[in-house]
């Protein structure tokens, strides 16, 4: 029996969706921790050190598979999708790739350099400065891709590869990228740690860049409407978006009653959720389009997706290829959340 290429093609289409959720409750996290120790005094920056190695040394490499999976399927399936976003975003993406690049090293090199000098300090900076970068520009790629700001007809270079991209709306949604980041990894912290009042600190920070996330907010609604991009319209001109947006609001009220009873395990959980139907919101209403050009034009993972047997055989990929990445990863994460002596 031939598989259905048109069945095939939503298992791709998820696959992608997944693959970048878990990025951004993951990496976001990892990424998230640097946040958190970029502002965090000096005098306890330390102690944010010590809880997010703890916490994501062991998995930190296998955070961005999710990523490098969302690439290749780019790639492979929707070869056009892949064209047009290297070649118009090549300067945002090669900035993030450099800072994912840079903080992998300094990771590794301040926690398991066996020389240890005054050149920890540089790889500090490195890790914290590289961890606010990389989802800055991560956000500012995932807005341009939809905000209907690339010319593929610009004649100069600066309308090309700068414009595109360098505004207002596509920068409020790298640094709400960012302060998102970093609640996520205070909240993921506070569920880490044992000590209540050690986790309480990691508790107020995560109000800190929620409160940051929600000037952020304000900033994209104001730039999105200052620009003629109908973010609103977006949100709740259909019923998926809208329901989401509620349970997205809903997961936040619970978050904060959840906080106010120490439930710092279960807020992770109610953190990932509020995340879900947020990311739910914003890419349903364009399914299944992915990139919005200025000239009204559209790329669509459907219309603009690979030959039948290219989506056949990469969907099959992906099925198999999970049979063995996720039980390995849930494996690793077990393995490495264990107690010693347990």
């Known amino acids: 029996m031939i598989p259905n290429p048109d069945m095939m093609i939503y298992i791709v289409i998820g ?38 190695h703890h916490a994501i040394g062991p998995i930190w ?19 056009q999708v892949y064209s047009v976003a290297s070649v118009y975003l090549h ?3 090669v900035i993030m790739l450099l800072g994912i ?33 990389t989802p800055l520009f991560l956000g500012i790629i995932s807005a341009t891709a939809v905000s209907g700001r690339i010319n593929t007809a610009a004649n100069s270079f600066t309308q090309t590869y700068i414009f595109d991209w ?22 993921y912290l506070a569920g880490e740690i044992k000590d209540n009042t ?3 600190i990691y508790i107020y920070r995560a109000k800190i860049m929620f409160a940051a996330m929600m000037v952020c907010v304000l900033a994209v609604f104001i730039s999105s ?16 978006s809208i329901i989401a947006v509620c349970l997205s609001v809903i997961g936040m009220i619970v978050l904060w009653v959840l906080i106010g009873k120490c439930k710092y395990i279960s807020i992770r959980f109610v953190a990932g959720f509020m995340v879900t139907a947020m990311l739910i919101a914003v890419t349903y209403t364009h399914y299944p389009n992915i990139i919005l050009l200025k000239d009204g034009s559209h790329l669509s993972l459907t219309e603009h997706a690979a030959p039948g047997k290219t989506i056949t055989a990469l969907a099959i990929a992906l099925l ?18 264990k107690k010693e002596g347990e």
């Not at 198999?320 to 990863?329: D, E, M, N």
């Open 101 to 133: 690049i840079a903080r992998g090293t300094a990771f590794a090199f301040r926690n398991y350099d066996a020389v240890k000098d005054g050149t920890q300090k540089l790889y500090n900076k490195i890790y914290v400065y590289s961890s606010f970068v």
């Open 198 to 200: 050690r986790g309480n």
């Open 61 to 79: 490499e296998a955070n961005h598979m999710w990523l490098i999976i969302a690439i290749v399927i780019l790639f492979v399936g929707f070869p």
């Open 15 to 52: 696959f992608l969706w997944v693959s970048l959720l878990i990025y951004v409750l993951m990496g976001g996290a990892d990424f998230g921790a640097g946040i958190l120790e970029l502002f965090t005094p000096e005098v306890k920056k330390a102690d944010v050190r010590k809880a997010a």
């Open 91 to 93: 300067i945002p993406l």
């Open 166 to 187: 360098f505004n207002w709306f596509s920068f409020s949604v790298g640094f709400f990228t960012v302060f998102l980041c970093g609640f996520l990894a205070a909240i």
């Open 320 to 337: 198999v290829g999970s049979l063995f990445i996720l039980p390995s990863l849930v494996y690793l994460v077990y393995s490495f959340g």
């Open 225 to 240: 409407f200052k620009e003629n991009i109908p973010l609103v319209s977006w949100l709740l001109g259909n019923t998926i």
